[in-house]
């Protein structure tokens, strides 16, 4: 084996015994990795992502809406048949317990059809996303919840895609849904959500919204209603591959010439959102459920203009989402100076608990991208300085007296919500001082033979060079001012 240790053996037929025990060959140390498409995160990077978490917690809070967890595994009949053709073949499976091929016969084995094997050794799989594990959640608890049901989740999901910029195996989603509501007032307040979240982020962004009716009424417009599902699929990839490309995917997928020209004018329709829709009015005039798409993106337009949004909003006719619960509005944002792929998107659904069943129960809810949001933020250098800073004070530890000295003042400054640590060893003040430097700790407090006979402390602000002499009640007060 390459990389062993190789322990020649005797070429006698009767080898000479040996006084000692032979030592078994040394095995190849693996190098230590991870996965593709995941990730370690440092403090650093945990201290930002938590800022994200805590930006995107608080709005949902804000507004209402409750928390719940649910496990990073299902069922993979919960899972399966949700997403659409694309989204199912992303789905990470899991290996039965035990023998997972005890149970597979010869026909279905050699038959080496992926799907029917793995449909004979996996029953569960980890989570796509978080909604459908939401709509379960729901049909499964729902005698103790009250509708309409506003919960949030912030959890991780994995797809097994491949990894690129942006683009992840396994990463965390930050969901806001309401559940037993028609309401459009509750598409008005995700748009309000996503505009309040970026503003906190201090990320410029626009809103882009569709309704999947809309797209219904152009499947009949073209005369190939039964196609929806490969229309949508197709024009999502607009803005990735261009016009050109989804023209002729449309034309692999089975539409006519004659469709797919009466189609590209309106996915190029110009003009305001009010005039964009006047004129889907006229196209779809004979498409009663096109005509429905159009009346509710009015009304979710009127109910935004009351408490007008900071961020752009802007009605995308290319915009599909692939995924094929949504049956309603469909929304998805874009971050403005950064090139980016969706941070942010979500829209109306409305039998996704039917399937488990719990019938005739609409839903609406959001998603926004923690992962790369976080990119977006490290491009802009959008995160505020303080968001790195895990530890505000640093005690130097000069020996026993200095740091018995230092202790009951550390207790006081934590119990006044200031983080603060003692380096643990009296080694040089230049190697604590470095400690601190590195750690982008703001505060040094130093308490030598001269501050214990006077009953003070020096505090040396790491950025400012500034240092001032202090008692035990000053210190949390001067570090949070400084801040």
Not at 23 to 49: C, H, W, Y
Not at 240 to 252: H, P, W, Y
Request: proline share 5%.
């Amino acid at each position: 084996m390459t990389g062993a240790k190789h322990n020649p053996q005797p070429t006698t037929n009767n080898p000479q015994p040996t006084t000692h025990n032979p030592q078994p060959a040394i095995m190849a140390k693996e190098k230590p990795g991870i996965p593709k498409g995941t990730r370690d995160f440092n403090p650093l990077e945990v201290s930002r992502r938590e800022y994200i978490f805590s930006a995107i917690k608080k709005v949902f809070q804000r507004h209402a809406f409750m928390p719940i967890e649910t496990p990073s595994m299902e069922m993979l009949s919960t899972l399966m048949g949700k997403y659409g053709e694309e989204g199912d073949r992303l789905i990470f499976r899991i290996l039965n317990s035990g023998d997972f091929v005890a149970g597979i016969d010869d026909e279905n084995w050699n038959s080496r059809e992926a799907s029917r094997l793995s449909a004979l050794i996996t029953e569960k799989a980890l989570r796509y996303d978080l909604t459908v594990p939401f709509a379960r959640y729901v049909v499964q608890h729902q005698h103790h919840i009250t509708f309409p049901f506003k919960r949030y989740q912030i959890q991780p999901v994995w797809r097994a895609d491949r990894p690129q910029k942006g683009r992840y195996r396994e990463f965390f989603q930050c969901d806001a849904d309401v559940i037993g509501s028609n309401s459009l007032v509750n598409e008005a307040e995700f748009l309000q959500v996503i505009d309040e979240v970026f503003d906190e982020l201090k990320i410029r962004v626009v809103i882009k919204i569709n309704n999947r009716k809309i797209l219904s009424g152009l499947a009949e417009y073209i005369g190939f209603k039964d196609k929806l599902i490969d229309i949508t699929t197709a024009i999502d990839k607009m803005e990735k591959i261009g016009l050109e490309n989804v023209s002729a995917e449309l034309r692999d997928r089975g539409l006519s010439v004659d469709a797919i020209e009466k189609l590209t004018p309106v996915l190029q329709l110009s003009g305001s959102d009010q005039q964009k829709l006047d004129v889907l009015t006229g196209i779809l005039k004979d498409s009663s459920v096109g005509i429905k798409g159009i009346s509710e993106l009015r009304e979710v337009f009127n109910l935004v203009s009351i408490t007008p949004l900071n961020c752009n909003l802007e009605l995308d006719l290319t915009l599909a989402r692939g995924l094929n619960y949504y049956t309603g509005a469909i929304i998805e944002v874009k971050a403005l100076d950064v090139l980016f792929g969706s941070i942010c998107g979500g829209g109306r659904y409305d039998d996704l608990t039917g399937i488990f069943g719990l019938p005739d129960v609409s839903g609406v809810g959001i998603s926004f991208g923690a992962d790369r949001i976080y990119d977006v933020l490290n491009e802009l250098s959008g995160f505020p300085a303080s968001s790195g800073t895990l530890s505000q004070l640093l005690a130097i530890n000069f020996g026993p007296q200095e740091m018995t000295y230092c202790l009951p003042v550390l207790t006081k400054l934590r119990n006044e919500g200031i983080r603060c640590e003692l380096y643990p060893d009296a080694v040089k003040m230049k190697k604590q001082m470095q400690y601190a430097d590195k750690n982008n700790i703001p505060f040094v407090l130093v308490a030598g033979a001269s501050e214990m006979e006077k009953g003070v402390f020096s505090l040396k602000n790491m950025r400012t060079g500034d240092q001032m002499i202090l008692g035990a009640d000053a210190i949390a007060s001067a570090v949070r001012k400084a801040e």
